[in-house]
């Protein structure tokens, strides 16, 4: 038997609520008069009963595996009208007896058509709940996968990031304490972003280029005066947002699979945004190790996380080889 939670049964409170005050109401003016309390409350009754007994109990047997499900389902259904039927006519037979209904009980042919049509009204209320139910739970259950699937590739992004810029910290403390202390400084606030401020859906495009600089300013301290590298960051949208980790996780594979060391072919790092959009861009010289395994599974998460987080055409993201260079380029429209 389903479930119904605090909030579900408010909902269905108020709907039914509202339900049978209409029916109520309207057909009390079409016919000139109202009848009694008890035929209004024993009746609803019943006609409530029907319409759970079909949404909960009848309707989950054709999601069953029976090869006999659609035979038992129709039996179900007869079930139910006679169900109904029986339950309508022992209320009339009470009300009649006592005097409480507007017109004398006759059980005939048109008796029978109309209340099981009635009947017929509920059960068709209930498959329509089934059906909307059900809908609404397999959207529910694809908002949770997005969110678990979101959570699962931002969690293998930042791994990356904690165990390079460590790596960072250990080649800067080789240098001198100063270089250190600067590297732990950038460390921290790296990760508090990468473990905080990225849970949030969108985060200001400034507050991902601050992260950005401090990525850079670890790979300095550890290249020290042999990391050539042009960065350039113009922003111009100080309300502009965007999907966090994505430009540090480009930046990170940049620093990962790029040379550096080659003063007449600088890596290129440009970050720029307008009141239309954000745009960034990175160069760097291909490092001739055959290791692309890494590289492939940051832009792989890139792309799956822009996916799930901007509809189709707000955003370009292109990226490759271009003969001794891999560059990647990602626009995102403003809306």
């Not at 009963?49 to 090869?67: D, Q």
């Amino acid at each position: 038997m389903a479930k119904f939670s605090k909030n579900e049964i408010r909902i269905h409170l108020v709907c039914w609520s509202v339900y049978i005050f209409v029916e109520v109401v309207l057909s009390g003016f079409i016919a000139g008069r109202f009848s009694n309390f008890f035929l209004y409350a024993l009746f609803y009754t019943v006609n409530i009963g029907i319409f759970y007994c079909h949404s909960l109990w009848v309707m989950p047997v054709l999601k069953g595996r029976s090869k006999a499900r659609v035979f038992i389902f129709c039996l179900s259904v007869i079930f139910e009208c006679l169900l109904y039927l029986s339950a309508a006519t022992l209320i009339n037979l009470f009300l009649d007896r006592f005097g409480l209904r507007g017109t004398p009980m006759a059980i005939n042919m048109q008796y029978v058509g109309i209340t099981l049509w009635r009947a017929s009204f509920f059960i068709m209320y209930g498959t329509g709940y089934f059906f909307l139910k059900g809908y609404l739970e397999r959207q529910g259950l694809e908002m949770q996968l997005i969110t678990a699937e979101k959570d699962f590739l931002r969690a293998q992004i930042n791994p990356h990031l904690l165990f390079n810029t460590l790596n960072f910290i250990r080649h800067a403390t080789k240098h001198n304490t100063a270089d250190a202390s600067l590297a732990i400084n950038s460390l921290t606030d790296l990760m508090e972003y990468a473990l905080e401020d990225s849970k949030n859906e969108f985060v200001p495009l400034a507050k991902e280029t601050e992260q950005v600089e401090n990525l850079i300013a670890l790979n300095r301290l550890r290249f020290g005066h042999l990391l050539y590298l042009e960065y350039t960051n113009d922003n111009q949208n100080p309300r502009a947002m965007i999907l966090p980790i994505v430009l540090l996780t480009l930046v990170e594979n940049l620093f990962k699979h790029g040379i550096f060391n080659d003063p007449q072919n600088p890596a290129v790092i440009s970050i720029s945004s307008s009141a239309n959009e954000i745009s960034f861009e990175t160069i760097n010289l291909i490092a001739l190790n055959g290791k692309n395994a890494g590289r492939q599974t940051g832009i792989e998460n890139i792309k799956a996380r822009l996916a799930h987080a901007y509809p189709k055409g707000i955003y370009e993201f292109a990226y490759g080889a271009k003969g001794d260079r891999f560059e990647t380029k990602l626009t995102i429209t403003l809306i």
